[in-house]
């Protein structure tokens, strides 16, 4: 048996790079055309009820999660835009030398990657992101968001699992 068979598991998911950067640019696309239609058909701040826990709400982000920082006055921008940026790059060079059988981390990233690529382009179009998921109950609304935040939200999930499962693993192992 070769290094590489050893390396990838018979009837594991393919986990080659270019898949990941597919599931990437697959949530950048995603993000990029929702984005794209709810600015064409809402009003800023209008609500439009989709169920009654649910609106969708065109948004304009100039922070980060939760609006952090959206009133900093305009410095904000270049930090968030440098910031994502070099997460980005981070998580891409983690990404293409994830090794093979290490396909929930790849989807993870790839998922987080999508998500701040697809945020960053709107820090520099447009100066802020665009968001339009409006949940709420009760009176409560979480904070707007968008496909971007869901994929990256999805691919912390999915790493923190797989870190408790690889954890776990590795005490039972022992």
Known sequence: MTERQKQTPRGSFPPYPWVWLGVSALVIALDWFSKQRMSEA???????????????????????????????????????????????????????????????????????????????????QLGYVVDFIDVHFGGWHYPAFNVADSAITCGVILLLLDALLLGRAAKAGT
Do not use: C
């Not at 065109?58 to 930090?79: E, P």
């Open 42 to 124: 809402l009003e800023l701040y209008r609500p439009r009820e989709i169920f009654p826990w649910l609106n969708i709400t065109l948004a304009h982000n100039y922070g980060a999660a939760f609006s952090f920082l959206s009133d900093a006055g305009g410095w904000q921008r270049g930090f968030f835009i440098v910031l994502g940026s070099v997460v980005s790059v981070v998580l891409l060079v983690w990404l293409l030398r994830l090794p093979r059988q290490e396909w929930r981390t790849g989807l993870g990233l790839a998922l987080v990657l999508g998500g701040a690529i697809g945020n960053l382009v709107d820090r520099i």
